[in-house]
């Protein structure tokens, strides 16, 4: 079990225009050792320990020395720690601290590898940097993932395949999706409010998460979180952008209607169509407010389910006296 502790901008020693970790992490101010005894007070059985929220690499050394020293009291419950942290600065003291630690994860933020991008999102760092700090990190013996968004300024189809195909040169272990978010208070609001950025459509958003989210799974790698972290907080400052508490389940949905498509496309002219499916995965045939349903009856096709012994993500599809079936992820 992973336990979460946030550190809002801790190391931030530049603030990317999106970012607001005081909401997203609705941390409520607490100072650190205390949201640490917190978390790990009460708890008797193993755990780990997630430090996210911040850029870990940009704290100075003593800072660092001194974050874990509060997990001292804890280290008979805390087996391990995981982080997520922008690429820069990479020091050799930093990953030394790190190691002594028991730090096995290290989640590297890379939002885009369009260095143009990453330059107005104010990140600090170029596309070179991440290959720097993955090679290096790797030799160093941890385990690593990557953390992705899509939906940025300027960002085009171009970006999202760039992402693919580094995504599938690196083979991070797993993966997070994060779709932009405008929150007030940002930079990028203040862009957005004075007419300097316009989002794209929300399926638009939506796609680009399914041709990253597909690509991964497709070449085993794990896809641990779509969206943001639903709190209050980030529904009240939420301003524009492609926040949808279930955009996880949004983008699956979107990746099964895909895949029945492609099936149906093997079809002649189907009509009523019965999918045999694995019960949990009827919510992504019908999609979110029966979006599924809607998009093929708009095609002149109406769908019907049964539920069945299926595995997970593999449907056959029924029409006539035609049988075909599929899969939403076709493995590599
Ligand atoms: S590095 Fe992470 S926590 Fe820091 S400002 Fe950027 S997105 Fe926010």
């Known amino acids: 079990m992973v336990i979460p502790v946030f550190l809002p901008h801790s190391g931030c020693n530049e603030r990317c225009v999106y970012c607001h970790q005081g909401y997203i992490t609705d941390s409520g101010g607490a100072d650190i050792k205390a949201r640490i005894d917190g978390a790990l007070r009460d708890r008797r059985e193993a755990c780990e320990v997630g430090l996210f929220g911040g850029n870990i690499f940009g704290m100075e050394p003593a800072d660092l020395e001194r974050l874990f020293s509060f997990f001292a009291p804890y280290k008979d419950v805390v087996k391990g720690f995981r982080l997520s942290t922008k690429p820069v600065p990479l020091r050799d003291d930093a990953i030394d601290i790190l190691k002594r630690n028991g730090v096995r ?42 953390q992705f968004m899509v939906g940025l300024p300027g960002e085009t189809m171009v970006d999202i395949e760039e992402t693919v195909e580094n995504m599938v040169r690196l083979r991070p272990e797993y993966i997070r999706i994060y779709p932009l978010v405008i929150l007030r208070n940002t930079p990028l609001y203040r862009l957005h409010e004075t007419g300097g950025f316009t989002p794209i459509a929300f399926d638009e958003a939506l796609e680009r998460a399914a041709l990253i989210y597909r690509r991964a799974l497709e070449e085993g790698i794990d896809v641990v979180n779509v969206g943001l ?104």
């Open 105 to 146: 994860m290290i989640e590297l933020g890379i939002p885009t590898f369009n260095d143009a991008i990453l330059a107005a999102l104010n990140r600090a760092h170029t596309a070179k940097d991440l290959f720097r700090a993955f090679d290096r990190l790797l030799g160093e013996g941890f385990r690593l993932a990557l």
């Open 229 to 332: 972290t639903d709190n209050e907080l980030v529904r009240e400052m939420v301003a524009g952008g492609f926040y949808h508490p279930a955009f996880g389940s949004l983008v699956q949905s979107r990746i099964f209607r895909d895949a029945l498509g492609s099936v149906l496309g093997e079809i002649e002219g189907p009509k009523e169509v019965t999918v045999v499916l694995h019960r949990n995965d009827i919510p992504l045939l019908v999609g979110y407010r029966r979006e599924n349903l809607k998009h093929f009856a708009s095609l002149g096709i109406a769908l019907r389910w049964e539920p069945s012994g299926a595995e997970r993500g593999r449907f056959e599809v029924v029409s006539g006296g035609e049988r075909v079936t599929g899969r939403m992820i076709q493995r590599r």
